[in-house]
Each structure stands twice: as C-alpha cells, then as structure tokens.
C-alpha cells in the first residue's frame, strides 16, 4: 500500500480497523474517484466522516445527505493533515 493509494482513498488501500470510528481525509485524484464514490467507501468501512480534499469541488453538505462530511481547498487539506499528524 503506498501513501498516494491511501491518501486518495484507494479501494482496496484502506485498513477497515483503522478507518472504523475515525474521519478520513480523502484527497481527490485527477479523473478518478468523485466525492460520493470515496464517501461510499468510508461509509462501508465504519468511518464516523469525511474530509474531502479539492480544489475543484464546489459541493454543499446537502449533497451527500445526512454522512457527516466536507470539502475543503488543498491549501485547508494540508493543515488538516498537518494537524492529524502532530496529535498522534
């Protein structure tokens, strides 16, 4: 599993015991996985939300429908990383 895979929320690349209980932060991924296919994901894998990180998505919390969750700017996304990390 390398970190790209996980970070952009990879099928397959996500450990169900990590993610259960938790939000994930998915960053997108030219071209590949929308917003509601990684959310799908989490869902099924137990997690609590979800963070999407993209500068093109201009979605409203609606739009997913009651899975707690937001979109953010890459620029927002690396100081919610950046904050993860530092409070392990």
């Known amino acids: 599993m390398t970190s790209v895979l996980f970070r952009n929320c990879k099928p397959d690349s996500l450990d169900k015991d990590k993610v259960k209980g938790s939000i994930v932060v998915c960053e997108t991924e030219e071209g590949r996985s ?39 700017n890459r620029d927002d996304g690396k100081k919610i990383i950046s904050y993860a990390q530092s409070e392990r």
């Open 34 to 72: 929308s917003a509601k296919q990684k959310l799908a994901l989490v869902k099924k894998l137990g997690a609590v939300g979800m963070v999407f990180v993209n500068d093109d998505a201009r979605a409203v919390a609606s739009s997913y429908g009651s899975f707690p969750m937001a979109t953010v």
